[in-house]
């Protein structure tokens, strides 16, 4: 009996042809269009991470807390509304610069931010948010006021 004969293993090489091929092509776009998560600078951007970190710590210190409000459910395509709120001893932060950056990790064409206003009748800043895409994003909160700054950040899944 030849193989060429045998439906059974005609289809089986042609599974397995089908099955390679597919894995080569997913390989040849992943390396064009995700390069991976090395930076150039690792030094650099470790010596980054550490000044932000003992920022963070000294605000903490100091009575510094930044609360980010994210809704319970996270859905692409309609308006939400995300909160944050910059306070020391209850005393909330008013008159201040406050943005909420919004990134999608490694589709950079999708990356947006928008400033948050201040909500007098809630004592917060507010900011009503449409999230065009499905999937992962991550969102940093940036308060800013003369020399102060206070940044938090949260990751979310839009549905």
């Not at 951007?45 to 930044?66: D, E, F, M, P």
């Not at 309609?78 to 020391?88: G, H, P």
Request: without cysteine; glycine residues 4%; positive net charge.
């Amino acid at each position: 009996m030849s193989i060429y004969k045998s439906p059974i293993m005609i289809s089986m090489l042609v599974l397995f042809i089908t099955l390679v091929s597919a894995t080569a092509y997913r390989i040849m776009i992943a390396l064009e269009t995700h390069p991976g998560l090395v930076v150039e600078d690792a030094y650099s951007s470790g010596k980054r991470y550490v000044k932000t970190l003992n920022h963070k710590n000294q605000l903490a210190r100091l009575g510094w807390i930044l609360n980010l409000a994210t809704p319970k459910v996270v859905i692409h395509n309609i308006k939400q509304t995300y909160t944050a709120n910059s306070a020391q001893n209850d005393k909330t932060l008013a008159n201040a610069f406050v943005t909420a950056y919004f990134y999608r990790p490694l589709e950079k064409a999708h990356d947006f931010s928008i400033n948050m206003a201040f909500n007098q009748e809630i004592n917060q800043y507010q900011a009503q948010v449409t999230l065009p895409l499905k999937g992962r994003w991550d969102v940093v909160v940036e308060v800013v006021k003369r020399g102060f700054v206070q940044r938090t950040s949260r990751k979310l899944f839009a549905q």
